[in-house]
């Protein structure tokens, strides 16, 4: 159950499209399409942004959206806004019931 | 409207034990997979446990099999987490979850505010 590995950091300006990454083995992001996505803004709980790799929970933007291709999990956000300046951490079954999170990345809207 | 509500959180010294509750209102918490997620301070996410929704399966972190055990008490609505032998890398928020559908695809969809536990002499 070793954490999924994202980027530390990433940043762009209003506007920009960026990527973050989320790689994991064949034990878990390789095996499932059970890749979730959270936000999360500084002394709130996380949320929900994409689930099953690129489906969206009600009431989010299309601005999110999420692919996986083999053992790497990416969760793309077009048309940056202020507001999207956050922590984002991928989440994916590892077989077994049991779940592994990435360690977060730290969004800059420059 | 769902709910969850965390509480239970406090300081222990290492080796000692707390009981967290999570109450749930606006569902019937045996209908959905529930899950305990906890986050050290300033650190990332971390799943501890899983609730499945008949009750027939309970699943958890390496890093705390065998010291914690969930469980849930259908006529409270209430979901809890045993923690015994406590020790200082325990030390988080712990996030009571449940699952955005009737199934532990949908992701965790609905959070509680967050109960903080301190290990510590």
């Known amino acids: 159950q070793s954490a999924l590995t994202q980027p530390a950091s990433v940043s762009g300006s209003p506007g920009q499209s960026i990527t973050i990454s989320c790689t994991g083995t064949?034990?878990?992001?390789?095996?499932?399409?059970?890749v979730s996505w959270y936000q999360q803004h500084p002394g709130k709980a996380p949320k929900l942004i994409i689930y099953e790799v690129s489906k969206w929970p009600s009431g989010i933007s299309n601005r999110f959206s999420g692919s996986k291709s083999g053992n790497t999990a990416s969760l793309t956000i077009s048309g940056l806004q202020a507001e999207d300046e956050a922590d984002y951490y991928c989440?994916?079954?590892?077989?077994?019931?049991?779940?592994?999170f990435g360690g977060g990345t730290k969004l800059t809207v420059l | 409207e769902v709910q969850l509500v965390e509480s239970g959180g406090g300081l222990v010294q290492p080796g000692g034990s707390l009981r967290l509750s999570c109450a749930a209102s606006g569902f019937t918490l045996n209908t959905y997979w529930m899950h305990w997620v906890r986050q050290a301070p300033g650190k990332g996410l971390v799943w501890v446990s899983r609730f499945n929704s008949d009750g027939s399966s309970t699943t958890y972190a390496d890093s705390v099999k065998g010291r914690f055990t969930i469980s849930r008490d259908n006529a409270k609505n209430t979901l809890y987490l045993q923690m015994n032998n406590l020790r200082a890398e325990d030390t988080a928020v712990y996030y009571c979850v449940r699952t955005q559908n009737y199934n532990d695809r949908s992701g965790f969809y609905h959070w509680g505010q967050g109960t903080l536990v301190t290990v510590s002499s």
């Open positions: 064949s034990s878990d992001v390789g095996s499932y399409n059970l």
């Open positions: 989440c994916s079954g590892a077989g077994s019931g049991t779940w592994v």
